[in-house]
């Protein structure tokens, strides 16, 4: 069984929205999360990380981890068209838990 | 600035024929993965080196072999090409031993068996 699973998607919103994403995780050890975006046909890129409760922002990006209810997210707010891609969140432990992904369209 | 290089991009093989996956990394890093990318099936982890010397099966290892020929290098072996095989891998390199640190990923090698 996976460690992180993504449970949302695909995801199609409109240029200018807020895009959500959302993920779980069984591991209470876990410490660290990460958000990749793939682009097709492309390697995956770290675009946000977040190691404490609460909420991290960088740029449109928003990260939140409540570690009480075992969950990490990833809003992307005023979603471009550039932003449609593959979103893979993963745990700190790599051996087991990247989550199957999430693929946002951002319809112009 | 390379980060991690992965050699060859395509490959093509026929069932029972043998190849190895090279990738190499400049950043320093202690930890190397190789990951297989599915349609709808997300990354799963094949084999893992938190460190020089040290290897470990992951996921999905059956039909692998893997090296870690020095802190740069690791290498992915497939002994006997099997359709099932047939699949998008990646080679990532991270800073911590085993994990807590972002990955790099190599650019990939899409790999048919035929």
């Known amino acids: 069984q996976k460690e992180v699973e993504q449970n949302s998607g695909p995801l199609s919103v409109p240029e200018g929205a807020i895009a959500s994403l959302n993920c779980t995780y069984s591991d209470r050890g876990s410490q660290s999360f990460f958000w990749y975006r793939q682009y097709s046909g492309k390697s995956p890129e770290l675009i946000m990380f977040i190691y404490s409760n609460g909420d991290k922002e960088d740029g449109r990006f928003t990260a939140q981890l409540n570690k009480a209810s075992q969950y990490v997210s990833l809003l992307i707010r005023d979603s471009q068209p550039s932003d449609s891609a593959t979103y893979l969140c993963?745990?700190?432990?790599?051996?087991?838990?990247f989550g199957a992904g999430t693929t946002v369209t951002v319809r112009a | 600035n390379a980060g991690v290089t992965q050699t060859p991009k395509f490959q093509v093989l026929k069932t029972g024929q043998s190849m190895t996956l090279q990738c190499a990394q400049d950043?320093?890093?202690?930890?190397m993965y190789w990951y297989r990318q599915d349609p709808g099936m997300g990354l799963r982890l094949i084999y893992y080196?938190?460190?020089?010397?040290?290897?470990d099966k992951g996921e999905v290892p059956n039909g692998y072999n893997v090296s870690r020929l020095n802190k740069r290098e690791f290498s992915l072996r497939l002994e006997s090409a099997a359709p099932s095989q047939t699949s998008v891998y990646f080679c990532?390199?991270?800073?911590?031993?085993?994990?807590?640190?972002?990955?790099?990923f190599g650019n990939g090698t899409r790999l048919t068996v035929t």
């Open positions: 950043m320093n890093h202690n930890s």
């Open positions: 993963a745990g700190n432990d790599y051996k087991l838990s």
């Open positions: 080196s938190a460190s020089e010397g040290t290897t």
């Open positions: 990532a390199s991270g800073g911590g031993h085993g994990g807590g640190s972002p990955l790099h």
